[in-house]
């Protein structure tokens, strides 16, 4: 077989399965073996479940002959470690939970089963999800699969927090992974890995078994190379479940089918307020370029305002920590994860807290801490509500005038190791594109649009109406289609 | 509002994290950067604006009185560091 | 002037103010399905919500928000449509979140109010600050293991009711008779079983003293009292305490202690050093909950009759005095009991027969109201029997003895003694014929005046008749006979 199986997107696996041109077990083992073979230099998984993943290959394979038609039958994706996974470690990312295995398995994560999919792996990540670069995980950075044309040496980060997960479907190690979007978690580091990566609407995926960092700006969604196979993906993941009381009980519409739907005559908002003064000209260039596109596609372009965009980090940077260091309290020794003994219960605590938490986490939780505390709870907490009100009103005002929003996903390509990482500010930084999506909790994406000039994958975002996911799919297959974007990363399986 | 090293303190107490003293000070001109940061939010104009507490705008469902969770003691303590018997075990606590 | 303490500088006013905890009947916890039993084995009765496992949410029960809602409504309270959960944030061994959803802001309900009714026949109306729901914490054991604590979170995530009066109560008298006013209406309305010894009602008492005309000095709440004779002790040590403590000279601290009924003492408690800075905050993981008008107005609709209400009515209705009919309305249960005593009766009779031998039964017994001696329909049925003249009161209390003991229905008891009154003129003209003979000196006495004598004759001619005469006609007889 000349084909690379590793090499097919979700789309073409399903066809090719259906057709009987190759079996779930041997596309579970190509990318177990392509694992085998890049992971330990990646480290895009944490844990590798290779009988586990055998196994329900050959069911699926078993389902297929009998005509089984559920949509992800064979498919093989990697999980974040953030998803509680049934019997199988999970650890966010941390050495607080490196002993923890869930006796449960999260709804995202078990819908993606019921509808037959392979799960390869725990992929790697930030740990508890805090971070834009995977390099706060407790097990080590994850390396980018894609290299500088000019300085192949340079070992890039994948983004994060979903590192990991990106990193293993640039790679080829996965056909699709699941992620989890807080501030950009899903966006950045599908943009830094050149893949298609999908936020959906706060409520559209249940965070039941998602463990939590911030509760009211958690969002599960995919990671693929297409959109049509983040379509596919965010169809089986998403729907209501009443173990999430923010859930929404909303239909699921079929979104692989969106991503056929013309642009013609929608609507697209460009937000003055997102060309920073420190943009890169590459970046604006592709921005520009993507804004020719859609118009090309039929698409009017609106310039529209949100006048609070460059309040969102600082608002997130109050609402994330505050919401983590009440969500992170469980973590203390007691019922699960690590302990480290003490003189009494609150040496045990502490130790307990300071031990099995790394640096930034630590950090996260004194801010959030200090932000709900006496006498600081209306100055910070309640006024970045506030600002957070006006941040939702702004899209409210924007999705009046247009359909969709496109701006860039990232302020820059993806930097190298130990970059930024003196300056939390800078890092912070990452997420300014991002996080006001988060705010909002309105649907966005971003699609590989470019290169840079040192050949590094380059995203756009398209970001539109809660629950309308499906213009965001039409307005992202248009952007894919238009930008033929076909660059490969250099480490890949097959390669 | 910048933090002194007492206010990271009392933070890290209340957030059960050990703080060595050493770190205080490298701690604090963190948070400080950090704060002096977030300190332009006070910029906007608030003013008769209702906080917003989350992005869903639904009212809250509520479940049926059914008893149909719990009964799985040993995979409740599985994954206990300290346990006795049925119970979790922690150093003595004085009331 | 009511209560008062008298210390080494003068006199002093205590102010107290409770915070109830009510433990809300429902089957299942109020965010989780597990169970709420009590007594069953340790961490049976756990889910993974109640132990705080990685990535598990909270989805309300409700049937706990009905019971707050019928709760709001019994203390004539606001309820209010619009409602929402935080986080009271602080660590401890049996708190597994390492924070307890509660309502702090914007309560499920407002401003309400009680009547206590205090032993001089007085009333007073004790306000309520407000109700709202929140999670019970799960149960720390200390006294298993040398060194270690002992943890079951059966109890996490229970739903609670917290109500807080105002400091509207002004001595150890109006504290019980809070707690047991309270206690009657969550009872009435099958909000809370009232189960002090489990742990189903517990007070934290607010005290302070005062002198007269002062505006409120410090206060300290002691935690987790768990008995109305308890909080009535609390009260008055922790009152005397301050007292001391300010007459030496120092200052109240603000604090959370608690009772030592052994001992009879307050002492701080060292596990709640954060509680002075709890980061409350709306709880992410869940929305506003929101109480549709209609829904209100159907709970309201459906509640019982509570215990002032009932009180008027038996003393209306009955001519019942405001003692009996606040005895009898305490329970629900003694209150339903009676009235099917008295129901097509003589309600005085019924509401005497009721507090009198019947509770003395029970009580010599151990039995209680839902589990009594004697059936209401049968006790009906004696009185009955005496109504009809069948038997006399005095044969009556035999009767019901004889029920107690047997179980018979009273008339069965009175056929089978032959304890029915003899109404027979003839017998009570033979009795009284002997008795007249037996005691010429005693008829001459009477004729000569000495009136009191009569009670004799009436004494001797039942004891002859052996308590089966009936009253009047032995009366009426001895009138004629002797007059």
Known sequence: ?495 | MALDPATVRRIATLARIRVEDAEVDKLQGELNVIFGWIEQLNEVDVTGVAPLTGASHMAMKMREDVVNDGGYPERILFNAPDRAGEFFAVPKVVE | MGYALEGRTGTWEVVVGLEVHAQVVSKAKLFSGAATAFGAEPNTQVSYVDAAFPGMLPVINKVCVEQAVKTGLGLNAQINNVSRFDRKNYFYADLPAGYQISQFEHPIVGKGEIEIELSDGSTKAIGVTRLHLEQDAGKSLHDQHPTKTYIDLNRAGVALMEIVSEPDIRSPEEAGAYVRKLRSILRYLGTCDGNMEEGSLRADVNVSVRKAGEEYRTRCEIKNVNSVRFVMQAVEVEALRQIDVWESGEEVRQETRLFDPNRGVTRPMRSKEDAHDYRYFPDPDLLPLVLEQGWVDALKAGLPELPDAKKARFIGDYGLSAYDASVLVAEQATAWFFEVVAKGRDAKQAANWVTGDFFAAMNRLGRTIEDPPVSAEALGRLLDLMADKTINGKIAKEVFEAMVETGKDPAAIVDEKGLRQVTDTGAIDAAVDKILAANQDKVAEYKSGKDKLFGFFVGQTMKAMAGKGNPALVNEILKRRLG
């Not at chain 1, 895009?44 to 069911?59: D, K, T």
Request: aromatic residues 8%; neutral net charge.
């Open chain 1, 1 to 495: 077989m000349t084909q690379v199986l590793t090499d097919l997107t979700i789309a073409e696996a399903q066809a090719g399965l259906r057709d009987k041109r190759f079996s779930a077990e041997e596309l579970a083992l190509a990318h177990l073996h392509a694992i085998e073979t890049l992971n330990p230099r990646l480290n895009a998984y944490l844990s590798v479940g290779h009988a586990q993943a055998v196994e329900q290959a050959r069911a699926a394979d078993r389902a297929l002959a009998e005509g089984d038609t559920r949509p992800l039958l064979g498919i093989p994706l990697a999980i974040k470690d953030l998803f509680c996974t049934l019997g199988v470690r999970t650890t966010a990312g941390s050495k607080m939970l490196m002993p923890f295995i869930p006796p449960y398995e999260s709804t995202v994560t078990a819908n993606l089963l019921r509808d037959g999919a392979v799960f390869l792996g725990k992929a790697n990540m930030d740990e508890f999800a805090m971070g834009s670069s995977n390099m706060t995980s407790h097990f080590g950075p994850v390396e980018n699969p894609w290299k500088r044309r000019r300085d192949e040496s340079a070992v890039l980060v994948p983004g994060g927090s979903s590192g990991g997960s990106a990193a293993a479907v640039a790679a080829r190690l996965a056909m699709g992974a699941t992620g989890t979007d807080t501030g950009g978690s899903i966006r950045q580091p599908a943009s830094f890995c050149g893949l298609v990566g999908v936020k959906p609407t706060y409520g559209r995926c249940s965070r039941w078994g998602v463990i939590a960092f911030a509760s009211s700006l958690d969002h599960p969604g995919p990671f693929a190379r297409t959109v049509r196979d983040t379509a596919i993906l965010l169809n089986s993941m998403a729907g209501h479940d009443p173990k999430d009381s923010t859930s929404a009980d909303v239909a699921v519409p079929d979104f692989e089918k969106a991503c056929e739907r013309s642009v013609k005559g929608l609507r697209i908002g460009v937000p003055r307020e997102y060309r920073s003064d420190g943009m890169p000209g590459e970046i604006e260039a592709l921005w520009q370029q993507g804004i020719a596109w859609l118009k090309a596609a039929g698409a009017e372009i609106v310039d529209v305002s949100l006048p609070h965009t460059k309040y969102g980090l600082g608002t997130y940077y109050i609402v994330a920590p505050a919401e983590a260091s009440s969500n992170l309290a469980r973590y203390d020794g007691v019922r699960f994860g690590r302990r480290e003994n003490g003189e009494d219960l609150r040496d045990l605590y502490e130790r307990t807290r300071a031990e099995g938490f790394g640096p930034e986490v630590r950090r996260r939780i004194m801010i959030g801490t200090y932000v709900l505390s006496a006498g600081y709870y209306d100055a910070f907490y309640l006024r970045a509500q506030k600002v957070r009100a006006l941040i939702l009103r702004d899209f409210d005002e924007a999705f009046q005038r247009v359909d969709a929003l496109l701006t860039p996903t990232a302020p820059s390509a993806a930097f190298a190791l130990g970059e930024k990482m003196d300056d939390p500010i800078k890092m912070y930084l990452n997420d300014v594109f991002t996080v006001p999506a988060n705010l909002a909790g309105v649907p966005a994406a971003s699609v590989p649009a470019g290169l840079d000039s040192n050949g590094l994958p380059l995203g756009l975002q398209v970001i539109t109406r809660s629950f309308d996911e499906e213009t965001m799919f039409a307005v992202s297959a248009a952007l894919e289609r238009a930008a033929g974007f076909s660059a490969l990363p250099t480490l890949r399986a097959g390669a």
